[in-house]
């Protein structure tokens, strides 16, 4: 088992930053991706980012290429989701996921844990 805790959402004015933080405990040593998802309201789950835990291997949304970037820090089995830029758009529920598999990391059948989401509202 392993458990997802997102941290670092909140209300951010457009054009602002946000640093987004998702600690891992447990079983991570079963974890090959980790990945940042959003959902909007009324809207179904998107990707956003993911990143290969052994070697750091990063993909991106079209969305969000340029804006946003996602790393690890391998002490705190922590991973972050960094955000510039930020406009309307980007107000959602974000979520953390760990994943056991390695090839449809823009799927959400390809992760097996998720965190209870942190909210970004960002304002016009």
């Known amino acids: 088992q392993v458990q997802l805790v997102e941290s670092g959402g909140g209300l951010v004015q457009a054009g602002g930053s946000l640093r987004l933080s998702c600690a891992a405990s447990g079983r991570t040593r079963s974890i090959n991706i980790m990945g940042w998802f959003r959902q909007a309201p009324g809207k179904g789950r998107e990707f956003v980012a993911h990143i290969y835990w052994r070697g750091g291997t990063t993909g991106y949304a079209d969305s969000v290429k340029g804006r946003f970037t996602i790393s690890r820090d391998d002490a705190k089995n922590t991973v972050y989701l960094g955000m510039n830029s930020l406009n309307a758009d980007d107000t959602a529920v974000y979520y953390c996921?760990?994943?056991?598999?390695?090839?449809?990391?823009?799927?959400?059948?390809?992760?097996?844990?998720w965190g209870q989401g942190t909210k970004v509202t960002v304002s016009s």
């Open positions: 996921a760990a994943g056991r598999g390695f090839i449809a990391t823009k799927q959400v059948s390809e992760y097996d844990y």
